[in-house]
């Protein structure tokens, strides 16, 4: 079991899962809320991709003393465990390309990851503010492409796993405007720039070569 707001993440292929015959023996293996998004998903690759992702929540909690412990749902979908004798756990979900995730911990907990791919330059605007962007564009000295270059889709998607992570910590969401949230890489915090005082550490975590995949928990210990 994890203490401490210690992060422990679980990362799987998807693609075993485009067999429908393995497609209903993890469908067995799900609470009816995972089961029913599974099948909600209508192309194979998402479906492979729901299921995966709840496999891995089920090995989470079976490695960390909660098996046939029931998932609970905060009201903003927020999966977490919680058992008699007062143990509570959380758990995180995210998928992307070929690979899912599942981040589990003792303290409240969002991850995301992201494949690379093209990022339109206008992306950007909704991305960060006008004194970001003007930052940005002195570090990487490009002239305005259609497309990122590879070092800025790099540094694009790292800064929006983390970004996600956060607002999956908070469960605030995509409602939440990223452009007010600071990644401070130095500190390796992201910062609510129209909050004062709130944030979190967050980690980011070895992957498969061209994804990204960072973690955000409160406590701040990732």
């Known amino acids: 079991m994890v203490q401490n707001g210690k992060v422990k993440i679980y990362l799987a292929d998807i693609r075993p899962l485009f067999d429908e015959t393995m497609q209903k023996k993890a469908l067995a293996q799900l609470d009816e809320v995972r ?17 995966t992702a709840g496999l891995l929540a089920e090995e989470a909690k079976r490695r ?8 609970c749902y905060t009201k903003n979908g927020q999966p977490y465990l919680f058992i008699q004798d007062g143990r509570r756990a959380f758990l995180s979900l995210s998928h992307s390309g070929d690979y899912a995730v599942c981040a589990f911990s003792d303290c409240p907990v969002g ?20 004194e970001q962007l003007e ?6 000295d490009k002239k305005e492409e259609l497309f990122l270059s590879e070092a800025e889709t790099e540094r694009f998607l790292r800064e929006w796993t983390v970004k996600e992570s956060y607002v999956k910590l ?13 990644v401070d890489w130095n500190q390796n915090r992201v910062e609510e720039a129209d909050r004062p005082g709130w944030g979190s550490r967050f980690c980011e975590y070895p ?7 960072s973690a955000c928990s409160c406590p701040e210990e990732v």
Do not use: H
Request: aromatic residues 10%.
């Open 64 to 71: 960390n003393g909660f098996d046939g412990c029931p998932v």
């Open 111 to 130: 991850v995301d990851l992201q494949q690379r791919t093209k990022i339109r330059r206008s992306v950007l605007q909704k991305f960060y503010l006008q």
């Open 35 to 51: 089961r029913q998004k599974a099948l909600s998903c209508r192309q194979t690759k998402q479906r492979a991709a729901s299921l």
């Open 135 to 140: 930052a940005w564009k002195k570090q990487f």
């Open 207 to 213: 992957v498969p070569e061209d994804y990204f995949l």
């Open 170 to 182: 908070t469960g605030t969401g995509l409602s939440r405007d990223l452009r007010a949230l600071m």
